[in-house]
């Protein structure tokens, strides 16, 4: 092959690969766009669908059923992972991002509990299990997506991408009820306001759609594919042969999860309802502290490329146990500077936890069985420990008056994902695409 061709041919993997990160980013920017709408829309929800005197049991039921949704993510994650290894990466990717983007704009169209009573939380309800039931399958087969596209080499700083994605999400699912809390009158954002946030994820998901029908599917599959050894029964497999990995998997994302959803989810109504921050001094940092990862994230992804993934990761849950005291202290002080500066000590140790995370846990396991085990993996622990993070917090900062205890929680959960993570195999170095284990020249091919 000539130097030209070879050029060609590195071009046009590129542009392969740009569009694979941009289609896998993008389904989940738009399910953090919808957890970040549900954040800061919580007690507009509360208050159309779950009526009450007291405003805190509104607080409280919008988040319940925030949790009773993550519920379904096992069994989303048990249907569309081993579907993911017998049918293809991509195929059930469009589904995930068309099942998620579509719920969420139908709640932006759902009548409230005034108007048909009872049968408003039923279908608000419904359209939150549709949705977690489909994010069963989408962060894990966006993350066995870019893996299995990304060079062995740079895999860490490719994987980054999707959690840039999320953050990006999540910006955005902030940024807009925050535009609209603070433009429109207080009777407008409850009357009609809260709606916009939630039917703005239409557009989103039609684009993630259009860029997922296009895109092939991974190498990796493809290879399984031709040499006819796609996983028969993915799920089985699973189960005898890499059991304990996915235990570690699961372990490692206890903290990844009640990190995830207490600064990224929790936090605005922690600032408002329980510190009583005004609006702005809430809104501001929040928003500030997601610029923060956004800059640090590649960066992370790209060192941990170069150091390992261990190194980064115990980095992050030593952070996590040292920082949130000093966080929370800064942050129970009320004013928009010191509330970033805690947020921002919060984000140090949790950007080091998502930043390597796509290059990393995919990499756990072999391609016949991948998106199952991640899936599986991952959604098990998050219905357990992430949706259920508001809740958690929110139940025993209201029963106890102990406004530190979401740092303690942090902190726990660090002590916790220590372990698996010290048991984790360093996977910076192992090849995807031919489940080789890793040798020299893997690492410098």
């Given at each position: 092959m000539t130097s030209q061709e070879?050029?060609?041919?590195?071009?046009?993997?590129?542009?392969?690969?740009?569009?694979?990160?941009?289609?896998?980013?993008?389904?989940?920017?738009?399910?953090?766009?919808?957890?970040?709408?549900?954040a800061y829309v919580a007690s507009y929800v509360g208050a159309k669908f779950f009526p009450s005197d007291d405003p805190a049991v509104q607080t409280l039921s919008a988040f319940g059923v925030f949790a009773i949704s993550f519920l379904l993510r096992p069994l989303g994650s048990f249907f569309f992972g081993p579907l993911g290894d017998r049918i293809g990466r991509q195929k059930v990717l469009a589904v995930?991002?068309?099942?998620?983007?579509?719920s969420t704009f139908v709640i932006g169209l759902l009548p409230e509990y005034g108007?048909?009573?009872?049968?408003a939380p039923v279908l608000f309800l419904l359209c939150r299990m549709v949705q977690g039931f489909s994010t069963g399958g989408e962060y894990g087969g966006a993350a066995t997506y870019i893996a299995e596209f990304a060079p062995t080499r740079h895999r860490g700083f490719y994987g980054s991408f999707l959690e840039f994605g999320t953050l990006v999400g999540f910006a955005l699912g902030a940024s807009v009820p925050t535009v609209l809390i603070l433009t429109l009158p207080d009777q407008a954002m409850t009357d009609w306001g809260w709606r916009i946030p939630f039917l703005v994820a239409g557009p989103l998901g039609a684009i993630g759609l259009y860029l997922r029908r296009k895109l092939e599917d991974t190498p990796a599959f493809k290879n399984l594919e031709a040499t006819h050894n796609v996983a028969k029964s993915p799920l089985k497999t699973?189960?005898?042969q890499q059991w304990r990995q996915l235990l570690i998997l699961m372990g490692i994302v206890i903290v990844i999860n009640i990190a995830n959803y207490t600064i990224l989810t929790y936090m605005e109504t922690y600032l408002q309802q329980t510190l009583h921050i005004p609006k702005t001094t809430a809104l501001l940092p929040l928003i500030g502290v997601i610029v923060i990862m956004l800059v640090l994230i590649t960066p992370v992804g790209a060192l941990s490329d170069r150091i390992g993934r261990k190194p980064v990761f115990i980095s992050a849950c030593v952070c996590l146990i040292v920082l949130p005291i000093p966080a929370f202290m800064l942050i129970a002080?009320?004013?928009?500077?010191?509330?970033?500066?805690?947020?921002?000590?919060?984000?140090?140790?949790?950007?080091?936890?998502?930043?390597?995370?796509?290059?990393?846990?995919?990499?756990?396991?072999?391609?016949k069985v991948?998106?199952?085990?991640?899936?599986?993996?991952?959604?098990?622990?998050?219905?357990?420990?992430?949706?259920?993070?508001p809740l958690v917090n929110e139940s025993v900062v209201q029963s106890t008056g102990n406004s530190f205890f979401?740092?303690?929680?942090?902190?726990?959960?660090?002590?916790?994902?220590?372990?698996?993570?010290?048991?984790?195999?360093?996977?910076?170095?192992?090849?995807?695409?031919?489940?080789?284990?890793?040798?020299?020249?893997a690492s410098t091919a």
């Open positions: 070879r050029t060609g041919t590195s071009l046009e993997e590129r542009s392969l690969l740009r569009r694979a990160i941009a289609a896998a980013a993008v389904g989940n920017c738009t399910e953090w766009y919808d957890f970040g709408v549900y995930t991002i068309l099942l998620m983007a579509g108007k048909i009573g009872v049968a699973l189960v005898q002080q009320g004013h928009t500077i010191t509330t970033l500066l805690g947020l921002a000590l919060l984000g140090i140790g949790h950007v080091q936890l998502i930043g390597p995370l796509a290059a990393t846990l995919p990499a756990l396991f072999p391609t991948r998106y199952a085990a991640f899936c599986i993996g991952y959604n098990i622990s998050t219905s357990l420990f992430g949706g259920t993070a979401p740092a303690y929680y942090v902190m726990g959960a660090a002590v916790i994902s220590l372990i698996p993570v010290l048991l984790m195999k360093e996977t910076a170095r192992r090849p995807l695409s031919d489940d080789m284990p890793p040798t020299t020249s």
